[in-house]
């Protein structure tokens, strides 16, 4: 290299004889993250009824009938409930980085901190795998579509169409997939062009709603063979309930010389209305 040439001594001597320092950035890179979405979708309306003890039951209620009036006849009471539903906290997990006391002084990126942020997303998205785990099971564990398949509009509005079948409110449904999917809706003409969608048409793949659906991404989805579990659902068709955390915990261990920092969360969910979601695969996981 040229300005290695020219003085004695160069350039390269004076920084291997520690004339010239070098400079380490403040800025740590952050590893990346996948859009955790899964979680926060489901209702979490149940958790505040788990502040003690490790299940909540839900009661539920059935359709009743109405019966025609015989004058003289005493109208025979119907059963208005069925078998309850219920979430257990089952789950607790931590996520723990330390450092020495001298290391906090030393370090340029404050080392501690962004690890604090880490730790804090592991178990974020730990909640928000074991949730994903549900999806595949709604609908009754059927799909509809084969593990692989490209997600088309026929798919779409065959979810739809489920939902519909099943009294699901429209307020509250989103579908859920991967970036194989928002590839293949990216294909699909009305969800692009502004005069199918009331001038509003996806810009830059980032999708708003369409049939009246909240479209979400991800990449923190369970794996099928080939492609991932996704879903079109209703709120209330898993519920989740964060009965501890996360919480985010700092200690100062000074007769280990060691300060760290502890992550952690007691959870549970369940899927609480089968008819309210209906799974489908991606095109590839």
């Given at each position: 290299m040229a300005y290695n040439t020219g003085t004695d001594p160069p350039l390269s001597e004076l920084i291997s004889r520690k004339f010239v320092p070098e400079i380490f950035s403040s800025d740590?890179?952050?590893?990346?993250m996948s859009h955790l979405v899964v979680a926060d979708s489901f209702t979490h309306k149940y958790q505040k009824a788990l502040r003690k003890g490790t299940k909540v039951w839900i009661p539920v209620m059935t359709e009743i009938s109405s019966t025609e009036v015989t004058p003289g006849?005493?109208?025979?009471?119907?059963?208005?409930?069925?078998?309850?539903?219920?979430?257990?906290?089952?789950?607790?997990?931590?996520t723990s980085v330390d450092a020495s006391p001298l290391t906090e002084v030393e370090d340029a990126a404050d080392y501690l901190q962004t690890a604090a942020k880490a730790a804090a997303y592991s178990i974020d998205k730990k909640i928000d795998t074991f949730v994903g785990a549900l999806i595949s099971a709604l609908g009754g564990g059927t799909y509809a579509n084969a593990d692989g398949n490209t997600f088309t509009d026929e798919t779409f509005r065959s979810l739809v169409e489920t939902l519909d079948e099943a009294d699901v409110p429209d307020e509250?449904?989103?579908l859920i997939g991967?970036?194989?999917?928002?590839?293949?809706?990216?294909?699909i003409d009305k969800f692009v062009r502004a005069d199918y969608i009331n001038g509003a048409p996806t810009t830059n793949g980032k999708f708003?709603?369409?049939?009246?659906?909240?479209?979400?991404?991800?990449?923190n989805l369970t794996a099928a063979t080939t492609g991932n579990y996704g879903c079109l659902a209703h709120q209330d068709a898993i519920g989740v309930a964060l009965q501890m955390g996360p919480n985010v915990k700092y200690w100062d261990l000074g007769w280990k010389f060691q300060h760290m920092i502890i992550v952690d969360a007691a959870w549970g969910a369940e899927e609480i209305r089968d008819t309210f979601g209906k799974a489908f695969y991606t095109r590839k996981s």
């Open positions: 740590a890179q952050m590893h990346t006849t005493q109208p025979t009471p119907q059963d208005a409930s069925t078998t309850a539903e219920s979430i257990t906290v089952t789950e607790w997990y931590q509250g449904r989103f991967d970036p194989s999917m928002k590839s293949d809706l990216l294909n708003g709603q369409l049939y009246n659906a909240q479209v979400r991404i991800t990449n």
